[in-house]
């Protein structure tokens, strides 16, 4: 796995398009959501284990999330596609984090497979960031070749969580493992719920002796 960044430029995904190509296992991932929700994590947890938090690991990330969504290692392609508001060039608090320098057609590989990112900015005067995010969602569920949905939308807006969670029900391919991460349970469907904060925890580098150490200070 790379830690500090990513290699390999790829084909970007507007060229997979028009070749009509997916992986069978996709993350689509509000990426204005997931970082404000490292925000929150960083804050809330530096007071409480008293040490700075640095930047998460972007691969460290998209590995938990494939591993909660059912991954398991082997001979894999994962596309991950992180949809942001037009104004927003980089995440703040996961790294790397440039859309269009460090993510959008670059890749890694570990013992999962190969990760290929994309990113994708929302034309706000044309479509909502929250629309647009689910009209993502439509073309990847309506993909034969596609077996495994991971879904990081903003469920703190329940129009986008009710949204999200009717896609997935009129999804009719028995075949589809189709998994939603929210920060807490949400009304299910037919679909996997998982904590997002989790995979989000890992990719900061907080670890599970450090927040019972300080609970026993309390």
Sequence with gaps: ML??????????????????TWSE????ADADYIDKVAFDLIVNFERMIERRIPKGNMAIWADCVALDGGLRPGDNQIQVVLIHSKGKKQMDNLGPS???????????K?????????SYATEEDIVSHGDFFIDALQ???ARK??????????AEDDYIYNKVRETLNRVDDDSKRMTVFTMQPMPGGRFQQEILGY????????HSAEIEKSTNKL
Excluded at 25 to 28: A, E, K
Excluded at 199 to 206: K, N, P, Q, V
């Design 139 to 141: 073309v990847i569920t």
């Design 110 to 118: 570990d013992k999962l497979g190969e990760f290929i990112f994309d």
């Design 98 to 108: 440039d859309f269009a320098a460090d993510l959008s057609g670059k890749a890694f």
């Design 199 to 206: 995979s989000l925890m890992a990719a900061l580098g907080i």
């Design 145 to 154: 070749e596609v077996k495994r949905i991971m879904v990081i939308p903003n």
């Design 25 to 28: 296992n996709v993350i689509l």
């Design 3 to 20: 830690l500090a960044g990513f290699c390999v430029p790829l084909s970007s995904m507007n060229e997979q398009n028009r070749n009509e």
